[in-house]
């Protein structure tokens, strides 16, 4: 089974900290996508990735980057965190064409943000 | 833009009994996923049933089955026989076949009551 890793299941930083989230996937996936899930916002895109070193927007990258320098890691980094970040983020790849297009979803990271 | 709706922020059903959840969505897409995906309270999203628009069969996975409308842009989940661990949160998501990333619907929280 693919497995998708995601380095810490809950996070507590301060307001202005420097924040890396990381996630791992072991299964040579090209796609790797970080997601924001809010109550009653659903799932939203903030960053995705299609191959090494490249990287689209998503839907809410704002106070975001990102960093693939391998293929099975993909690196979410909040620059200076503030409040409003505070959100369970989820990571996830998949394989273009393949495996009926599925999305393979990490456990999730809560961060807050204090 | 692409969106998907999902008019239900709560469901409940009794244990052994059916329920449907309701999927909007809106594009000017011919051809696209639609998928449901499940997150238990452990946060492990979970693929459900993916449907692609091409195929005017609705998608059945054992007691999940699909009603995809086409032309009305709907796609709604039917469990059949629910069971407690299908209490969750149900996310719709609608993904082109020529685009990486999947577009989510709000959610809707579905409890099972015994």
């Known amino acids: 089974d693919v497995k998708v890793t995601q380095s810490s299941r809950y996070l507590v930083k301060r307001t202005g900290e420097k924040v890396f989230l990381e996630c791992v996937q072991d299964m040579d996936h090209e796609n790797m996508f970080w997601y924001r899930q809010d109550p009653g916002l659903g799932l939203r895109l903030i960053y995705f990735s299609y191959d090494v070193k490249m990287k689209e927007k998503g839907d809410i990258p704002e106070g975001y980057s990102v960093s693939r320098e391998k293929k099975e890691r993909f690196s979410l980094i909040l620059e200076s965190a503030s409040t409003n970040q505070t959100s369970m983020y989820l990571c996830?790849?998949?394989?273009?064409?393949?495996?009926?297009?599925?999305?393979?979803f990490g456990s999730g990271t809560q961060l807050s943000v204090l | 833009a692409q969106t998907v709706t999902q008019s239900q922020p709560e469901m409940s059903v009794q244990e052994a009994e059916t329920v449907t959840l309701s999927c909007t969505y809106d594009t000017s897409e011919s051809d696209y996923y639609l998928f449901w995906y499940k997150q238990p309270p452990s946060r492990q999203m979970i693929l459900v049933i993916r449907q692609e628009a091409y195929k005017q069969q609705n998608a059945t996975e054992n007691r999940f089955s699909v009603n995809f409308q086409k032309a009305a842009k709907s796609f709604s989940l039917k469990i059949s026989d629910s069971q407690l661990g299908d209490a969750a949160m149900y996310f719709c998501?609608?993904?082109?076949?020529?685009?990486?990333?999947?577009?989510f619907g709000q959610g809707t929280r579905l409890t099972i009551n015994p």
């Open positions: 996830a790849s998949s394989a273009p064409g393949q495996l009926n297009e599925k999305l393979f």
């Open positions: 998501a609608y993904k082109p076949r020529a685009a990486q990333k999947l577009v």
